[in-house]
């Protein structure tokens, strides 16, 4: 059976009618993963995975009974009935491991709005650090309350002169271990916005140019930002 998205979720998919809205949408009823995909469902600690996705992911999805959080089978855990002050560094872990499997393709579901009893409002921040990367696919839900996020740009300025500040001492000093991998490790887990400051704070952009309204910086941009990295001295 194929999956089966709404209309809307169908609009966002193509990116809407100007192209930047993310597309990267977890369809309403998803029976298909297609290759290397995982199902991303709500569950509690104690895996008593009883009802909704939880149960879904069982039937479906290689979900194993009595393991509450991480990957299992096509599918991973992320704990929701503990409380949201639990959910948060939960979903922080599943998003390291997303950005460490990119061989995966992860579909979210709405999780902690079923049985947990939570609002995508209340949810949907702790993925917005998810929502960047390309093999992450989230809810509408979700994805309504990602968009209109607002970004600390006072926070992302001092991430940006830090990581400056350290990759100058680095290339200075010629420490052994640092080559141009290790510089592409650590710009390659930035942020769309966080690279394309960091450009900005090394002179390849301009202040006044518009910044990309889309979830990937364009590849010729990122390659100049990288460049501009590995010159650092």
């Known amino acids: 059976m194929g999956n089966i998205y709404t209309e809307e979720e169908k609009y966002w998919c193509t990116g809407g009618n100007t192209g930047t809205l993310p597309s990267r949408i977890t369809p309403s009823k998803l029976y298909d993963l297609g290759e290397n995909g995982i199902f991303c469902f709500g569950s509690n600690i104690q895996g008593k995975h009883m009802g909704g996705a939880a149960r879904a992911a069982v039937d479906n999805f290689g979900a194993v ?18 409380g949201l002050e639990n959910i948060r560094p939960a979903v922080e872990r599943f998003t390291s491991f997303a950005r460490q499997h990119t061989e995966y393709r992860f579909y979210v579901t709405a999780i902690g709005c079923g049985i947990a009893g939570y609002k995508p409002e209340e949810i949907a921040p702790f993925f917005y650090d998810a ?21 600390s740009d006072t926070e992302t300025d001092e991430v940006c ?73």
């Open 65 to 82: 009974w009595g393991i509450g959080e991480g990957l299992q089978g096509s599918s991973y855990a992320i704990p929701t009935m503990e």
């Open 131 to 151: 929502a960047y990367l390309e093999n992450v696919y989230l809810p509408l839900s979700f994805w309504k309350i990602i968009v209109d996020m607002p970004g």
């Open 161 to 233: 002169d830090k990581l400056i500040d350290v990759l100058r001492y680095m290339h200075r000093h010629t420490i052994g271990h640092w080559n141009i991998d290790t510089d592409k490790t650590l710009f390659d887990a930035l942020d769309r916005h966080e690279m394309w400051t960091l450009g900005v704070h090394l002179g390849v952009i301009s202040v006044t140019d518009p910044e990309p309204q889309t979830w990937g910086l364009p590849d010729d941009v990122k390659n100049r930002i990288l460049e501009a990295v590995r010159k650092l001295k």
